[in-house]
Nanobody
Framework: QVQLVESGGGVVQAGGSLKLSCAAS????????MAWYRQAPGKQREMVAT????????NYADFVKGRFTISRDNSKSTGSLEMNNLEPTDTAVYFC??????WGQGIQVTVSS
């Protein structure tokens, strides 16, 4: 079973930047699509970005296009989400997901106005 651990969250002012990282255990990392999701208080979890197994294809939710960048390094079994020009509405717990069923524990991102 794959274990995913997110890091890099925290508190930042509006307009600032953060970079989230996702470290995976096991040998399945490069065989699966990776994604970042987020869940704000009182809201459903929503997809933020996805990246293909080889890293050549990415997809973004409209609300982060042009501001967030997803990437992965299969040789290190790590993924990342670079977040720029953050807005208070980006405040949420962010989750790393690998394949269909593997989720990290989540990490808090808070953007103050």
């Amino acid at each position: 079973q794959v274990q995913l651990v997110e890091s890099g969250g925290g508190v930042v002012q509006a307009g600032g930047s953060l970079k989230l990282s996702c470290a995976a255990s096991g040998t399945l990392f490069g065989l699966n699509v990776m994604a970042w999701y987020r869940q704000a208080p009182g809201k459903q979890r929503e997809m933020v970005a996805t990246i293909s197994r080889g890293g050549t294809t990415t997809n973004y939710a409209d609300f982060v296009k042009g501001r967030f960048t997803i990437s992965r390094d299969n040789s290190k079994s790590t993924g990342s989400l670079e977040m720029n020009n953050l807005e208070p509405t980006d405040t949420a717990v962010y989750f790393c997901k690998l394949g269909n069923d593997n989720w990290g524990q989540g990490i808090q991102v808070t953007v103050s106005s």
